[in-house]
T-cell receptor
Framework: KQEVTQIPAALSVPEGENLVLNCSFT??????LQWFRQDPGKGLTSLLL?????REQTSGRLNASLDKSSGRSTLYIAASQPGDSATYLC??????????????FGKGTKLSVKP | DVKVTQSSRYLVKRTGEKVFLECVQD?????MFWYRQDPGLGLRLIYF???????EKGDIPEGYSVSREKKERFSLILESASTNQTSMYLC??????????FGDGTRLSIL
């Protein structure tokens, strides 16, 4: 059964620092991997989606990488800002055993960027 | 822009009540999903639907049912609400193989 793990569970950094969030998954048979952001009491906002054939995706200050063979993904945030404070969730779409679009989520990393 | 709308942000109900949570999407997506999110447990899939009148159980369907009579609307039903169903409920929709888009969530309290 596919399992997704995110380490650390919480992270606090000073403003301006570059940082990396980690995501690992147990089964490399995936269609894609998606990174989400969740603000307190709100729903999820999709940040980046990486297809299984891709190595990385970039959007502004965010860069997500995927190493399917080792079951790892990283989300790199450059020049962090207090507005980046949120919980970041990683999710994979299994290639087998699920139905159309079903996602398996990690428990998230809660990021706090201090001014 | 994709819009997924959940009918209530906050809801308080009593044990034994029948509770309806509504979700509407405006992008003609085939797939719709209901999750619940609890501290320490993350997001868990309750039910999903890949077409009108079609539904499939997720990881934790017990105590819930769903209805999809129209493509844009997916309803989650708590047949007889219990206190262990107090949670944040999130609805999502997607086209096949495309990213899921989420609503703002409904924080449900069962007293």
């Amino acid at each position: 059964k596919q399992e997704v793990t995110q380490i650390p569970a919480a992270l606090s950094v000073p403003e301006g620092e570059n940082l990396v969030l980690n995501c690992s998954f147990t089964d490399s048979a995936i269609y894609n991997l998606q990174w989400f952001r969740q603000d307190p009491g709100k729903g999820l906002t999709s940040l980046l989606l990486i297809q299984s054939s891709q190595r990385e995706q970039t959007s502004g200050r965010l860069n997500a990488s995927l190493d399917k063979s080792s079951g790892r993904s990283t989300l790199y945030i450059a020049a962090s800002q207090p507005g980046d404070s949120a919980t970041y969730l990683c999710a994979v779409r299994p290639r087998y055993g699920g139905s159309q679009g079903n996602l398996i989520f990690g428990k998230g990393t809660k990021l706090s960027v201090k001014p | 822009d994709v819009k997924v709308t959940q009918s209530s942000r906050y809801l308080v109900k009593r044990t034994g009540e029948k509770v309806f949570l509504e979700c509407v999407q405006d992008m003609d997506h085939e797939n719709m999903f209901w999750y619940r999110q609890d501290p320490g447990l993350g997001l868990r899939l309750i039910y999903f639907s890949y077409d009108v009148k079609m539904k499939e159980k997720g990881d934790i369907p017990e105590g819930y049912s769903v209805s999809r009579e129209k493509k844009e609307r997916f309803s989650l039903i708590l047949e007889s609400a219990s206190t262990n169903q107090t949670s944040m409920y999130l609805c999502a929709s997607s086209s096949r193989y495309q990213p899921q888009h989420f609503g703002d969530g409904t924080r449900l309290s069962i007293l």
